[in-house]
């Protein structure tokens, strides 16, 4: 018995070394905690120059309540010092859905809101931190950086006249408009510009409707034979135009006939991927 006993004793003894050095099994660290942050989302709505920012958070770290979300925002630049924009999880301001752990914030894409909006020239990525802070003194943060991808076309100006008076006899002259478009992805990626004209007296649009296109081509391209050119005066400057013909009065053709009143010309711009621009009404007088 005695021999048994030093055995059990000595297996004893082997046990609860392997227990204090090596812990029991599936035993933690506290001291370990994963990051609470996830699922981190960027849109940038062009048409409403409007910026989207979300991540997801958890609620508490260690019975801790979650006290902020902050969005540290560097645009294109990461050198310069951030804005610092607060998310939220109570429906307001972007946020969606409230208490779904989702914090977000839409901020309009302005000088006004922010010290680093994003601008008519930019490409590339953009540059975002978020930071959780939580009760206990706890800080988890993310970077992250998102492609702008595609930017949409932009109408700088237009020159249009805002009265028009027709020839008395039946000749035609020409009136030349002009728009200024600026892309951001280069003046490749234009597809095409132009209007469309809306007689507001006829509640109707003219040419069917159809697009009349503007040209950056320098007056180098024939458009219509024998010799009628656009009325562009350089190529490839960005400036887009097109000699509209103004029919007199005297005219008896009605395909030759300009029609008189106030007309709506509804300009925009399209590029290589679809996209349009926001449109620029022009209302001009005809007499």
Not at 150 to 174: C, G, H, K
């Amino acid at each position: 018995m005695s021999f048994i006993y030093k055995i059990l004793k000595h297996l004893s003894i082997i046990c609860i070394s392997i227990i204090f050095f090596y812990g029991c099994s599936g035993s933690n660290d506290n001291n370990e905690i994963d990051s609470p942050l996830g699922n981190l989302q960027f849109t940038y709505l062009q048409d409403d120059r409007i910026l989207y920012f979300a991540i997801e958070v958890l609620s508490s770290i260690n019975r801790s309540p979650l006290e902020s979300t902050i969005l540290y925002w560097y645009g294109t630049d990461t050198t310069v010092s951030p804005d610092n924009l607060l998310l939220n999880d109570d429906g307001q301001s972007g946020d969606i859905i409230s208490g779904d752990n989702l914090y977000s914030l839409k901020v309009l894409n302005d000088t006004i809101y922010l010290a680093n909006p994003i601008s008519l020239d930019d490409t590339g990525k953009v540059h975002i931190k978020f930071q959780a802070n939580y009760g206990n003194g706890a800080s988890f943060a993310l970077q992250d950086s998102f492609f702008l991808g595609n930017i949409i076309p932009q109408l700088q100006y237009i020159i249009a006249p805002d009265t028009i008076v027709r020839p008395s006899n039946n000749s035609v002259i020409f009136k030349v408009v002009k728009a200024k478009v600026h892309d951001a992805n280069g003046l490749d990626d234009v597809r095409r510009v132009g209007f469309v004209s809306y007689h507001v007296e006829g509640d109707s649009f003219l040419n069917k409707g159809n697009l009349i296109n503007l040209y950056d081509d320098g007056s180098e391209v024939i458009i219509y034979e024998p010799n009628f050119t656009s009325g562009d005066s350089i190529a490839n400057d960005a400036i887009y135009s097109f000699r509209v013909p103004i029919f007199g009065s005297g005219n008896v053709d009605p395909s030759l006939q300009t029609k008189t009143g106030t007309f709506n010309w509804i300009f925009d711009a399209m590029d290589m991927s679809n996209t349009y621009s926001d449109t620029v009404i022009h209302t001009v007088v005809v007499e």
